[in-house]
């Protein structure tokens, strides 16, 4: 079928009539939840994503990221050390640039891709040189109906994989475990022990390395780099200055007795879970959309010194996973929360004070996007504490 560039196809009964060859759809399509489901099902073994039509044009050496949490974040830390090291490095995927708008591409070209649940799900001859499973938990249940169909989706960018390839995945992760001890695969798989305190740690001064998730980031990293043998002065140098990313554990506000961070990229208990780890006292914001089969796993003992701050309509649903175990409180909106906060540290006093901007859900309900909600949050920041000088 012969269509002209300007032609638009509006009617599904003409497009059901249509033979296809290939599909090429955006990951963040649901094929069973879309005006053409029917249609796409049909077709199912013509879909392809933008990380098929990408292979299909380039072999080049590639390091592919996936993972519940930490998946940016690692991926903005590869790319800034191969950058150091003097790697023709490309940041793609669901950072960095869409796959198919790169330019200027030579055989040295290194490309660090973070690959999301919904691009690998719909993938079909997409592979990687090196593929990393950071870690995975319950998520995204909504659009993957369940649990097993999430963890197959993440395992893809392994069974894709060559026995020439290499697989770097979290060891002391119970459903990345799992798949590994009953799968059978052809690469080399190394495991990396996300809990050993690797001696580099104590020598970085950065603080931004000192939360448990980016220390299990950090941990990926230094194996990958390893793997490749880049250098260490360098990299040593390019960690200490890494900044982070906005809206993921970043410090918006700090002075003698009060620190403020906005995680507004949290969108599960296990996000927040990360760096709710290395706080002893913390003042944390939550709201937004639960996620379907979400759980709370801190104890008791470790909340101890938590108070939680729920926003929003969905607080019931929060609610019955924290109220056991810490101080939990509710509100209309982040606007009221904040200054309840505030006005608390001021009458305590205490010497050390964080507030936790990590709201554990999808940010759908009131806002386009987590960006668009972790603006919000600091520019509400912003005002208050300049209101109150």
């Known amino acids: 079928m012969k269509c002209k560039s300007n032609q638009k196809l509006k009617d599904i009964k003409e497009v059901s009539e249509i033979k296809f060859d290939k599909i090429i759809i955006s990951p963040g399509i649901d094929i069973s939840n879309c005006r053409l489901a029917n249609i796409l099902k049909k077709n199912l073994s013509k879909i392809f994503t933008d990380l098929d039509v990408f292979y299909s044009f380039y072999k080049n050496k590639s390091i592919a990221i996936t993972g519940t949490n930490g998946k940016s974040t690692s991926a903005q830390i590869l790319h800034e050390v191969l950058m150091d090291q003097k790697y023709n490095s490309r940041l793609i995927g ?172 949290s969108t599960s208990f296990a996000s927040s879970e990360n760096l709710l780890k290395s706080f002893n006292k913390v003042y944390w914001i939550l709201g937004g959309i639960p996620k379907k089969n979400d759980k709370f796993k801190l104890t008791k003992k470790n909340c101890e010194n938590f108070k939680a701050f729920i926003f929003g309509n969905n607080y019931k649903e929060f609610k019955k996973h924290l109220k056991n175990k810490m101080f939990v409180t509710n509100f209309v909106n982040l606007k009221d929360v904040l200054k309840k906060i505030l006005l608390a540290i001021e009458k305590e006093k205490l010497q050390k004070n964080i507030i936790f901007f990590s709201p554990a859900g999808a940010s759908f309900d009131s806002f386009k996007n987590f960006e668009d909600r972790g603006l919000y949050f600091n520019k509400l920041v912003k005002k208050i504490i300049n209101d109150k000088r």
Request: hydrophobic fraction near 35%; proline fraction near 2%; charge should be positive.
């Open 94 to 265: 669901n950072i960095g640039n869409p796959v198919l708008s790169e330019k200027q591409i030579t055989k040295k070209t290194v490309f660090v891709i973070e690959a999301s649940s919904y691009q690998l799900d719909y993938s079909k001859i997409f592979t990687s040189k090196y593929a990393l499973i950071l870690n995975i938990s319950p998520d995204h249940l909504e659009r993957h109906k369940n649990l097993k169909n999430y963890v197959n989706a993440k395992f893809k960018l392994l069974n894709s994989q060559t026995n020439k390839s290499i697989a770097l995945v979290k060891e002391n992760d119970p459903l990345i475990s799992k798949v590994i001890k009953k799968g059978k695969f052809k690469q080399k798989i190394i495991k990396v022990d996300t809990l050993k305190n690797d001696k580099i740690f104590n020598q970085l001064k950065n603080q931004y390395f000192l939360s448990f998730g980016n220390k299990e980031n950090l941990s990926f990293i230094l194996k990958i780099s390893k793997i490749l043998k880049l250098d260490n002065k360098k990299l040593f140098r390019t960690l200490n200055n890494f900044k982070g990313l906005k809206y993921r554990q970043q410090i918006i506000f700090e002075k003698k007795n009060l620190t403020i961070i906005n995680d507004s990229k």
